[in-house]
């Protein structure tokens, strides 16, 4: 994969020196329908466990999530915010399974069919000045104050006024300054809108937040309390991560309880 992309027409993100494959074979109606289920599967999983990580705000993945209250991804678990003075910069790290701060938090107005604008808790709209800065400072929505979002291959970037791309400097402040979309411009939106099927409404609450919330909780459903101490198995935690993703999260953490239990039975 190239290590960046450009804008084309339409606002299309296009590979830079990427070939057109020729189509492969079909292997079959009922094969493709397997592989589309199990793929639809995995999806629902890492989109679930993606959710919870990030405090119940999913990733938007076409122009029409775009509502209501957004944040700006920039980096793992880094959002975008606004300072009262009108500058943006890139807000510190948040903990796993914890969503953004108010300040990082924007309303998206969609204007037509591609274009948004953002506006800041301080009641400012988000705009490009002329030193190619992304400041929130405006009373009201001019050509200044409008990005698209383009997206492509799963991945997402925001593009400014003036054809460049929404990222960061290394003094963390928000710039619109590359014609080209690189792993710094590549972002994510995230919403905390309700959608039409919760992502985790078929995830038992014991086994929502972190890994280790998850095996506590277990913990203290099953666990007697008999001197009082709470007993976590002290086995690799990696096993917990691959379940999770395979969906059998539940029966692993049963399995290292009993399997704590007896252990201590035997000694």
């Not at 020729?22 to 094969?31: I, M």
């Not at 029409?64 to 009108?86: F, K, W």
């Amino acid at each position: 994969m190239a290590d960046s992309y450009t804008l084309g027409k339409r606002g299309k993100l296009t590979f830079k020196g990427k070939k057109d494959k020729k189509p492969k074979k079909s292997k079959g109606k009922k094969r493709k329908h397997e592989d589309a289920s199990s793929s639809e599967s995995t999806t629902a999983i890492f989109d679930r466990e993606d959710t919870n990580n990030h405090g119940g705000w999913w990733e938007v993945k076409s122009f029409d999530d775009i509502t209501g209250n957004i944040a700006v991804e920039v980096g793992d678990q880094m959002y975008i915010g606004s300072l009262d003075n009108g500058l943006l910069i890139v807000g510190p790290p948040h903990p796993e399974a914890e969503g953004p701060d108010p300040s990082e938090i924007f309303t998206a107005v969609k204007l037509g069919d591609t274009k948004v604008a953002f506006k800041s808790g301080y009641g400012k709209y988000l705009s490009v000045d002329l030193d190619r800065r992304v400041v929130g400072r405006s009373e009201a929505i001019g050509v200044r104050e409008q990005f698209e979002p383009v997206f492509q291959d799963g991945k997402m970037a925001l593009s400014g006024c003036n054809n460049c791309f929404v990222s960061y400097d290394s003094d963390g402040d928000i710039v619109c300054q590359s014609s080209k979309a690189g792993p710094k411009e590549m972002i994510k939106l995230r919403s905390c809108a309700a959608r039409e099927g919760d992502p985790l409404e078929d995830v038992p609450k014991e086994e929502r937040g972190t890994l280790k919330d998850a095996e506590l909780n277990y913990v203290k459903k099953f666990q007697s309390f008999q001197d009082r101490r709470i007993r976590i198995s002290k086995e690799d935690a990696s096993e917990l991560k691959k379940a999770k993703k395979e969906g059998s999260l539940h029966e692993k953490l049963l399995d290292r309880r009993e399997k704590m239990k007896s252990d201590r039975y035997c000694k």
